[in-house]
């Protein structure tokens, strides 16, 4: 008996040094120490025995038992920490680490600055409407009064698209300005009316103040005995509601062929703080913002309004343009449209 328990012990202890994983230890556990196992089959025949025998051998069967027992779990302790050593291996977690944040998006530059806008006006009485950005030629030149040999048409260096030209309202344009809106919204609206339009345009342009596709917003008011006074009144609300009281503004005379009289209106640089000192934004010191003037009667009567009847006036002011020159310090507008996310956080 006691050769049989020697012998179980010897096979039991290098059968449990030689398993692998948990799995084959489970089995080796079952061999020995299971209901039909080697050890259990021996206690089961110790009844056979007499008094004192069956007591010496019971008591080396349990120590067997117990030291089986012992080396079954310092092989699973010692396969568990293999199996852990293997992972962290493979894949090391430093559990101290501070976590890494998810990215947060923001609203473009010029988003935000066209919802400021919108605000702005819809809290004068300007409500919102929008005009195609591509556009036929008619409401984009032809109705505002600039017909199609007429020069001034250059100065819009616009984008033709040679596909789809109609017999009625000529070429089509990826719309050149917002003034396209403007013939469009008469024939649409009842007058007297208030409104702005934001879109985008294209021109043929680039460099430290020009993109080939920028916004503009464009103010169209038509009512009785609509004068300059309105218009600057309109203009200089929304400019100092933008920029503060302090910001200085300026109107040039210019010539637009749908406005007469027509203006620019500028504002003193924000990116040389108005010296122009060898500044690339700027024209000596100041930015043009808008182009604007009272409406032409041609475009009112291109829309079906008496021009005897009603007056008007309108502007077009560059979205970029009022974005770069609150605070920003953005030196060239291009940046605006690079997408580079180290630019874009800032704001
Ligand atoms: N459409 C003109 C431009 O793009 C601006 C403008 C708008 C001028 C309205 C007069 C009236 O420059």
Redesign the pocket.
């Known amino acids: 008996m006691k050769k049989d328990l020697e012998k179980i012990k010897k096979s039991a202890l290098s059968a449990i040094d030689m398993v692998a994983t948990p799995n084959a230890l489970q089995d080796v556990r079952v061999q020995f120490l299971g209901r039909k196992g080697e050890l259990t089959r021996l206690l089961k025949g110790l009844k056979d025995l007499d008094g004192e025998k069956r007591k010496a051998v019971g008591q080396a069967a349990n120590f067997v038992k117990e030291e089986i027992e012992a080396a079954l779990s310092a092989r699973e302790s010692a396969l568990e920490k293999a199996r852990f050593d293997a992972i962290a291996k493979e894949e090391w977690i430093d559990v101290t680490a501070p976590g890494s944040s998810c990215e947060t998006g923001s609203v473009h530059l010029v988003t935000q600055t066209i919802n400021k806008i919108v605000d702005i006006f819809a809290s004068i009485g300007f409500s919102r409407v929008a005009a195609p950005e591509v556009e036929w030629d008619y409401y984009a030149f032809e109705a505002l009064n600039m017909p199609k040999e007429h020069p001034a048409r250059d100065d819009w260096e616009t984008f033709f698209i040679d596909e789809g030209v109609s017999k009625k309202y000529g070429k089509q344009v990826l719309t050149p300005?917002t003034?396209n809106a403007q013939v469009r919204i008469l024939e649409e609206h009842d007058v007297p009316l208030k409104v702005v339009n934001i879109g985008r345009v294209y021109r043929r342009q680039a460099d430290a103040s020009h993109v080939p596709m920028f916004h503009?917003v464009?103010g169209f008011c038509v009512g009785d005995n609509i004068t300059i006074a309105d218009l600057k009144g309109t203009v200089e609300y929304f400019l100092h509601s933008f920029f503060g009281q302090d910001r200085k503004i300026r109107y040039r005379p210019y010539d637009?062929r749908?406005?007469e009289p027509?203006f620019e209106i500028d504002i003193d640089c924000d990116v040389c703080s108005g010296t122009g000192d060898n500044c690339r934004v700027c024209k000596a010191g100041w930015v043009e913002l808008a182009?604007?003037?009272l409406t032409h009667p041609h475009v009112l009567k291109a829309g079906g309004v008496d021009p005897d009847k009603y007056s008007a006036f309108?502007?077009?002011f560059g979205v970029e343009r009022i974005a770069m020159m609150k605070g920003v310090s953005i030196p060239d507008m291009r940046m605006l449209y690079q997408n580079d996310l180290r630019f874009l956080k800032q704001f």
């Open positions: 300005h003034s503009q464009e637009f749908f406005t027509s182009g604007a003037g309108a502007f077009g």
